[in-house]
Structure formats: structure tokens, C-alpha cells
């Protein structure tokens, strides 16, 4: 039986007997024929049991054929024993590559292969980005002027005292952005803040308008008479008489992919809060 | 099928393989884990890498989008920056820019924030009588971001993150 069964399972690559009965990824693991492909670390007696226990070659049932009975062989002579029987079995089983038991697979391996090569294309391309307009300046100058300052008192629900000071400013930016555009920047987040110290707070800072520019959209920035946009509430009332309101446009760059830097324009501008309250219901 | 198979390689291998490979997975896991907190502690936020939810801060950040956190002590908190906040009794945290601070002598510093895509400020995303978030609501500020792809990564990264937490719909996140 043993002879027998060597004879016939001598590694000879057969290209039908590998699609019989297999199905999916497992067609490409069933190359050796019918009869099992004894182990090279094997005792004989676990060969022969290993025979025996196929019987006749209609017995595969279309799972991993040889692999899983051997293992059974193998398994039955000592677990001991190495894994050499499979790889080492020439031809059987690894040698079946991919492209060898059917379309299917060989269309999958390369969408497989193409897929993983455009991730690492991207990857790359990516950080090519980044590292490329990492340390870039992005700063221009800025010309701010204000041209109307008026300052209220006004009921404060967000601290802890009765009213707070309110200032309204009217302004106009004048510059020009287009240096800070490149391949990497995908929008510019602009927005004026106003910087000052009280006596309440050491360090206060308001933001009274932003701007959102998009790659495309006109760099260059030329507005007058502009409004605040959000209200400039004091914490306190620290407004009133305070000299030393600095107000500076600073911009938020936006890249496709990598570091977010705030930049500020070169360029500000004092407002001076006038010391007494508007009362008029004017702005 | 397949389960059977790899029961078949496991059983031909002796302990002391099957050690080694033990041994393997739980290096590839503890190496991801000191990866991880690794970046926690070089960051010093408790969340390095977070992901866009909403789309409150389009058109600069989409749903998907990954942003890289630091939260760094001596860095103060100025406006226009990005930050990540986390509100009392909500477990999810935002993402959304500074728009005022006022920051005292000794360094207690109370900001707002507003996103860029919403038209109002955040008090009312805030809790109940709070006006302010103060720094110890901040898990990190936005230093770095990577855009996903948009076409699909949108519905998908939905669908998922939506299924995780449930009350994902706030239209002001």
C-alpha cells in the first residue's frame, strides 16, 4: 500500500486536479493529486496510517486535500515531528502560486498589490507635502486702520457683576495674501483681535471679526468700513479710559496635510477707548 | 473550513512554538500600547490623535479628519488657536477655535469658544450656568491635521462613529 501510494504521488505539477473540488482561496492550496503526498519527516508507520486512512482517492472532499491529511498523519506519529512535511513535499503545495488555479486570483492579486502601491504612493506623497512647507514664514504685512471707537455699558449675564463694558469699533484691513498661498495651504482662517490688560485681568484677549479664505478665492484683502462681528465684551469694565487696545490681524493656516501654524500680520493698530459712555442709542 | 486548517498548524507545533508565538502577538500589542502612551506622555494630552465628528469647523476640518493634539503646560491658551474641549457630563469631546480670553494675574485664565461653521458661539453647548471653560476642561490643542479622503470617508466614518456613541446628531457639535 505504501509503495503503491509513493508512486503515485510523486510531485509532478497537474494542472486540472487542482480545481476539482476546491473552491475560492483553498483551490490554490489543493495541488497534489489524488493520493496523499507522504511526508518527508514521517515514519513509515505513519504514512501507512496516513494511507489508510484516505482509502480511495474519491475521498477528498475538496478541503486543504493533502495538507490537512498529513497533518492527521503527522499528527498521529508524534507531534512532536518538525513541519517540514509540507514544504517539504516538492511541488505540492507552496509551489501552486496564485496566478495558476484561475482568473479569480489573479485578478485579486494585483488589485491587491496595485491598492497597497497607491496607499504608499499617497503616503508619501503626503509627507512630501508636509515636510516641504513645514518651516515656511508665513507672515505679511498688515495695514489696519480704525475709524470709529464708541464704548457702552451694558448688562453682563455671563459674569459676576451687574454690567460690563461693551465696545464698538469700526474698521478697515488693508493686504495682500497671496504670498502665503501654496501647494500646501488649503484655506486661511483670518481674524482681528483685540489685545489689552485690565485691572481685573492681566491679559485679555477678544476675537471681533474672522475671515475664512479658500485657496482660489482673491488674496487680496481691501475692506473699509467694516463692523465687528462678534460683540466686544470687557470682563469688567476695563475698557473704559484704556489706552492701550492693541488690534491685530492674525491668520490660522489651514494645511492639506501637516503643521497648523497662527501667524500674526506685521502690523497693528492702538485703539484708544474714549472715558466716558455712549448713551445714545446710536452705532 | 478555514478554522480547521489553522487548528491543523497549531496542533504541529510544539509548546515551544506555540510559546514563541504567544510571545510574539504580546509583543506587537505591548509595542502599539507603549507607542501609544508614549505619545501621551510626549504630548502631554491625554488624547494625542482624535478624529473630526462634526462638521462645525468647515471648512477647514471635515468629518474623518485627524488632528494631532499637544497640551502643554507652558504653551497658554491664546485665541484663534484650535482646541479640544471636553464639557461637564458630555463624554465627547469638541472640537472648536477660541474666540476670547481672559486670563488674571496668577495665571486662571476663562475662555470661549466658538466653531467656525456655526454662527453663534458655544455658551450654549456649555453646562447649565457656565459661561466659561477654564483649562482643565482642554484635552489638548490642534497642532497638526491630516485630511482624509472625502468621497467616502464621510458616510463611512459616520456610520461608525455614530453606532459607537449614540447621541452623535448634536447639530452644534
Known sequence: ?283 | MLSLDFLDDVRRMNKRQLYYQVLNFGMIVSSALMIWKGLMVITGSESPIVVVLSGSMEPAFHRGDLLFLTNRVEDPIRVGEIVVFRIEGREIPIVHRVLKIHEKQNGHIKFLTKGDNNAVDDRGLYKQGQHWLEKKDVVGRARGFYQENRSVEDRNCKLLICSLYWDCDDPHE
Open chain 1, 1 to 283: 500500500m505504501a509503495g503503491g501510494g509513493s508512486s503515485v504521488e510523486q510531485p509532478r505539477p497537474l494542472p486540472c486536479s487542482s480545481l476539482i473540488g476546491g473552491a475560492g482561496p483553498r483551490a490554490a492550496r489543493l495541488p497534489c493529486p489524488r493520493g496523499p503526498a507522504r511526508p518527508v519527516g514521517v515514519s513509515p508507520e505513519a504514512g501507512a496510517r496516513a494511507l489508510a486512512h484516505v482509502g480511495g482517492p474519491e475521498r477528498r472532499r475538496g478541503r486543504g486535500g493533502a495538507r490537512s491529511r498529513n497533518a492527521r498523519g503527522a499528527g498521529g506519529a508524534g507531534r512532536r515531528e518538525p513541519v517540514r512535511g509540507r514544504s517539504g513535499s516538492p511541488g505540492c503545495v507552496r509551489s501552486r502560486a496564485l496566478g495558476e488555479t484561475g482568473a479569480m486570483n489573479t485578478v485579486l492579486s494585483r488589485a491587491n498589490s496595485l491598492f497597497a502601491f497607491s496607499l504608499s504612493v499617497m503616503a508619501a506623497l503626503t509627507f512630501g507635502c508636509f515636510i516641504t512647507t513645514a518651516f515656511k514664514d508665513r507672515s505679511v504685512p498688515v495695514r489696519l486702520h480704525v475709524s470709529r471707537i464708541m464704548l457702552k455699558n451694558v448688562e453682563d449675564f455671563t459674569g459676576p457683576r451687574e454690567r460690563s463694558d461693551l465696545g464698538f469699533i469700526t474698521f478697515d484691513i488693508t493686504a495682500d495674501l497671496e504670498n502665503i498661498f501654496d501647494w500646501n495651504v488649503k484655506q486661511l482662517f483670518l481674524y482681528l483681535s483685540a489685545e489689552y490688560s485690565t485691572k481685573n485681568n492681566a491679559l485679555n484677549q477678544v476675537v471681533l471679526w474672522d475671515k475664512i479664505v479658500l485657496r482660489g478665492d482673491n488674496p487680496k484683502l481691501l475692506l473699509k468700513d467694516m463692523k465687528t462681528k462678534y460683540f466686544f465684551f470687557d470682563d469688567g469694565n476695563g475698557l473704559k479710559g484704556n489706552r492701550n487696545v492693541t488690534l491685530t490681524l492674525s491668520w490660522n493656516v489651514v494645511p492639506n496635510a501637516g503643521i497648523l501654524p497662527l501667524v500674526t500680520g506685521s502690523g497693528h493698530v492702538s485703539v484708544p477707548f474714549p472715558d466716558t459712555y455712549e448713551i445714545t442709542k446710536s452705532y
